[in-house]
């Protein structure tokens, strides 16, 4: 059983910058790829970004640009950045992992406020 541990979410002033923290129970390099989904109120799970076993990356449209997710593979740990927040970013955001399935944190609450 796979667990992936959320932290860094809260309350962000728009125009601010966050990173979100997903702590995984095994290596990354155990999984396919890597990424965070969020959902925002009233709509369904988006893909954020991801990032997979070999380092190639992609993103979301509505967040290309101003997010980076990266890895600390010693601390089997991927991050998510994202500058210039928006309120449409203000959801609760997910880490997965897929190795065979897909495999989900508990999320993190992301606030912004104006």
């Known amino acids: 059983q796979v667990q992936l541990v959320e932290s860094g979410g809260g309350l962000v002033q728009a125009g601010g910058s966050l990173r979100l923290s997903c702590a995984a129970s095994?290596?990354?390099?155990?999984?396919?790829?890597m990424g965070w989904y969020r959902r925002a109120p009233g709509k369904q799970r988006e893909l954020v970004a991801a990032i997979t076993r070999g380092g190639s990356t992609n993103y979301a449209d509505s967040v290309n640009g101003r997010c980076t997710i990266s890895r600390d593979n010693a601390k089997n740990t991927v991050y998510l950045q994202i500058d210039d927040l928006k309120p449409e970013d203000a959801a609760v955001y997910y880490c997965?992992?897929?190795?065979?399935?897909?495999?989900w944190g508990q999320g993190t609450q992301v606030t912004i406020s104006s």
């Open positions: 997965s992992a897929v190795v065979a399935d897909i495999n």
């Open positions: 095994a290596s990354v390099f155990s999984f396919d790829s």
